[in-house]
T-cell receptor, first 112, second 109 residues
Framework: DGGITQSPKYLFRKEGQNVTLSCEQNLNHDAMYWYRQDPGQGLRLIYYSQIVNDFQKGDIAEGYSVSREKKESFPLTVTSAQKNPTAFYLC???????????FGPGTRLTVL | GQNIDQPTEMTATEGAIVQINCTYQ??????LFWYQQHAGEAPTFLSYNVLDGLEEKGRFSSFLSRSKGYSYLLLKELQMKDSASYLC??????????WGAGTKLIIKP
């Protein structure tokens, strides 16, 4: 059963701590994406990766980092440099630019 | 700058028809997507339009006019489960998806 998994669904961290959000897909998709969604706003692109070992900054990359060592995995680290990290984080993948993106269930991060 | 506009919220009655509009101004155009997102969940794909005209898929249809920078999503025979946010997204010249803020659709019995 193919899909995208994100864990955990809810995550709490203290201010000043780095935290890594996982994203795994078994759809054999080349492209993967990380978005942030805040209430009343559209999805904003943090980072994306078109192939393994390569990734590009999106519109709001500051305070975040990623890696793409395997095709199936695209973890996102929220660093202490991110000024307002509390948000809903969505990971997605696609087989090409013209193709729809499939989303994971999301991780809701709350920084206390 | 790039901009996508959708109404913030709409209300409709179960069994009725509703049209959700989306207007866009982007750097180039390589297609427009509609997604459905239930509260607290991930978006799910509904439709993709790249040529002008109407695409019908069951109870849902999507229309595109590239010259007007305009699209709409038409939902027929509304059901309570259609209560969700509907997101419009445009693939720009750099093949990046630009997302609207979404339209929250409330269905009343």
């Amino acid at each position: 059963d193919g899909g995208i998994t994100q864990s955990p669904k809810y995550l709490f961290r203290k201010e000043g701590q780095n935290v890594t959000l996982s994203c795994e897909q078994n759809l054999n998709h080349d492209a993967m994406y990380w978005y942030r969604q805040d209430p009343g706003q559209g999805l904003r692109l943090i980072y994306y990766s078109q192939i393994v070992n390569d990734f590009q900054k999106g519109d709001i990359a500051e305070g975040y980092s990623v890696s793409r060592e395997k095709k199936e995995s695209f973890p996102l680290t929220v660093t202490s440099a991110q000024k307002n990290p509390t948000a809903f984080y969505l990971c997605a993948s696609s087989s090409g630019e013209y193709n729809e993106q499939f989303f994971g269930p999301g991780t809701r991060l709350t920084v206390l | 700058g790039q901009n996508i506009d959708q109404p913030t919220e709409m209300t409709a009655t179960e069994g009725a028809i509703v049209q959700i509009n989306c207007t866009y101004q982007t750097s180039g155009f390589n297609g427009l997507f509609w997604y459905q997102q239930h509260a607290g969940e991930a978006p799910t794909f509904l439709s993709y339009n790249v040529l002008d005209g109407l695409e019908e898929k069951g109870r849902f249809s999507s229309f595109l006019s590239r010259s007007k920078g305009y699209s709409y999503l038409l939902l027929k025979e509304l059901q309570m489960k259609d209560s969700a946010s509907y997101l419009c997204a445009v693939l720009d010249s750099n093949y990046q998806l630009i997302w609207g803020a979404g339209t929250k659709l409330i269905i009343k019995p």
